[in-house]
DNA sequence: GAAATGTTGTACTGGCAGTACAACATAGGA
DNA sequence: TCCTATGTTGTACTGCCAGTACAACATTTC
């Protein structure tokens, strides 16, 4: 079931914006079988239903970030530099895909309940960020925080949000700038944060005006 | 249609835990009027059917979620402050309703295409966090951003997903415990960032250890 | 050239959302 | 008290659509 010629894999794509626009509820596989100029029948032949059409196309989606992502981080710079470039391959895949992605952020309870994805999700979006921050400790270009953990996901979501955003409102015309744009924003949010430099309760101040 | 007596509106939660598990597609009807004692006759004498049960569900959510985050943004401290508090509020209100919002997660698709969920998902979620941003620039909490629209949409992604994640893996006999470690660990993130106290370049040192 | 594998049209089935409607309950004003 | 509005509920029905069955046809492979 993982054997989908090419051809039919192409092909499928086009199926990508009527679910991503209508969700995969309000698509008939008729629609889909219009759409993409694949029969019905043969739709059959190859995928398990509807959630099958779904499932190999957010799994080709996941795929893709992760493999960016991957390369991203395995360059021998330091944590935090990584993660910078992470989040910048993580926005460009997902900018170029804007209708997988909504399609994605629209069916994501189904997503989350297909077996497979649930943890493609997990290893395309989540675990490299948890992994870097972990090496920015010990490498020290990033912070020691209290809640490894939550910090991580909140990161995750900061990005992934904001792909999701820019996919969605992206000006389909000028797609890596918006992806620069966001992850310039993210980066600068991520670490350095938002607080002016005095510290919490004020005692010491940072610098000077 | 928004007269729904109290008893009925009541016993309608009892049908949230089943959308959060299976999905709204996943749940019949039957199963709904089942699960909540209402009838199904009675169901769409009030509701717009399966649909209606969501968007009353997710309706009230939001409008719970917009109203603690509205008392806590509203007290006369410094945006700075009143983002902490944002942010506690709504991950207190999320991970007090954990099936609420798994159903909202797994049904975002179709909340977002329910016409006043949208907005509503907007000015509970997103509004209050870029609201703040602009008035901590503006009282000198805050530090002014490059793309506020951007950073603003990260802050509600950073928040929103941590309090998904939150309110699906919750140890539900503990919530409030849950609710105050996430909320520190996103304020830490968000507000003091990441990076080791070194500007990008190393061109200066902020602090001496 | 024959067997295996893939492709496709057509026709059918079953499940379920939503509807129709009649019978019954309750409230509240005259 | 009776009469009318409004709400409540069981039952039976309709229509849509996902998924299946299958036979006919095509292509590949050896």
Redesign the interface.
């Known amino acids: 079931m993982r054997k989908l010629p090419a051809k039919l894999a192409s092909q499928l794509y086009g199926a990508a914006e009527l679910i991503a626009e209508r969700?995969l509820?309000?698509t008939k596989i008729d629609d889909i079988a219009e759409a993409t100029g694949i029969p019905k029948a043969t739709i059959y032949y190859h995928l398990d239903g509807k959630n099958g059409v779904l499932a190999f196309l957010l799994g080709d989606l996941l795929d893709l970030i992760a493999g960016e992502v991957g390369v991203a981080v395995s360059t021998e710079e330091d944590a935090?530099t990584r993660?910078e470039a992470a989040v910048a391959a993580q926005l460009g895949v997902m900018v170029e895909h804007p209708f997988l992605c909504r399609a994605l952020?629209?069916?994501?309870?189904?997503a989350?309940?297909l077996p497979d994805l649930a943890e493609a999700l997990r290893s395309a979006f989540y675990q490299p960020i948890e992994k870097l921050?972990s090496e920015?400790v010990a490498d020290?270009?990033?912070?020691q925080?209290?809640?490894p953990g939550?910090?991580a996901?909140?990161?995750?979501?900061?990005?992934?949000?904001?792909g999701l955003?820019a996919a969605v409102e992206g000006s389909s015309t000028e797609a890596s700038a918006d992806a620069a744009?966001?992850s310039?924003?993210?980066c600068?949010?991520?670490?350095?944060?938002?607080?002016?430099?005095r510290t919490r309760d004020d005692h010491e101040s940072?610098?000077r005006p």
């Not at 952020?105 to 189904?110: K, M, P, S």
């Not at 020290?140 to 912070?143: A, E, F």
């Open positions: 969700g509820d309000g935090r993660l952020v629209g069916d994501l309870g189904r989350t309940r921050l920015g020290g270009s990033l912070r925080v209290a809640d939550a910090v996901m909140s990161v995750f979501g900061a990005i992934t949000v904001a955003s744009r966001f310039a924003a993210i600068e949010l991520i670490l350095d944060g938002l607080a002016t430099r940072g610098e």
